[in-house]
Structure formats: C-alpha cells, structure tokens
Nanobody, 120 residues
Framework: QVQLVESGGGLVQAGGSLRLSCAAS????????MGWFRQAPGKERQFVSS????????YYADSVKGRFTIFRDNAKNTVYLQMNSLKPVDTAVYYC?????????????WGQGTQVTVSS
C-alpha cells in the first residue's frame, strides 16, 4: 500500500514557475515508477510526465516538454515536478501516480491532487 500526498500547487502568473512535490509513504518507494497527470475542468485526465524507478528514464507530454522537469529523491520518498514558463493552459488539478510497473491511466496509486492556476 502506498499513500501519495501532493503539495506545491497555487496561483501563479503566466511565465512563472511552481514546483510540485509528491510525498509517498512506505518503504518501497524506489520500486515504483512515478508520474504526474493533470485534469482541467471539463476535460479528461491527461498524462504530464513520468520517471522510472531509478530516475534514469523520464518522459513528457509534448505540451510540457522543455518547460517541465520531473525528478525524484528516493531517500526522501518524494517525486517532484518543476514547472517553468507556465501558461494559462497549464491550469488544472495535478495528480501524482505510482505503479510498480508502468505509470498510466490505470496506475495503482493516486494522490488527492493539487490545484495549479495560471493567470494571464
């Protein structure tokens, strides 16, 4: 069982930056692939980024490539999403996900979400 708690969301102006954090419970954090998804009002949840268990592999949606960076600290049981050059279209609830094999829409564990609002 893994519990995920996101933090770091908030209101920021376009062009600004935010860093999201996702703290995981349990001792097996390093065995989970981790990822971030987002859901804007009236839209389906979409993939943002993921990272492999050892951090060597990172993946990004085209819409955030070059602006967002995912990284993890296995000693702190935490995964981060550094978001730069934010745009109003990035406004959404951001969710952290964990899975022992592959992070996707059917990931095993999900956080409760953190709101990110980007004003123009």
């Amino acid at each position: 069982q893994v519990q995920l708690v996101e933090s770091g969301g908030g209101l920021v102006q376009a062009g600004g930056s935010l860093r999201l954090s996702c703290a995981a419970s349990g001792r097996a954090f390093s065995t989970y692939a981790m990822g971030w998804f987002r859901q804007a009002p009236g839209k389906e949840r979409q993939f943002v980024s993921s990272i492999s268990q050892n951090g060597a592999g990172t993946y990004y949606a085209d819409s955030v490539k070059g602006r967002f960076t995912i990284f993890r600290d296995n000693a702190k049981n935490t995964v981060y999403l550094q978001m730069n050059s934010l745009k109003p279209v990035d406004t959404a609830v951001y969710y952290c996900a964990a899975d022992p094999f592959h992070v996707g829409a059917r990931s095993a564990y999900w956080g409760q979400g953190t709101q990110v609002t980007v004003s123009s």
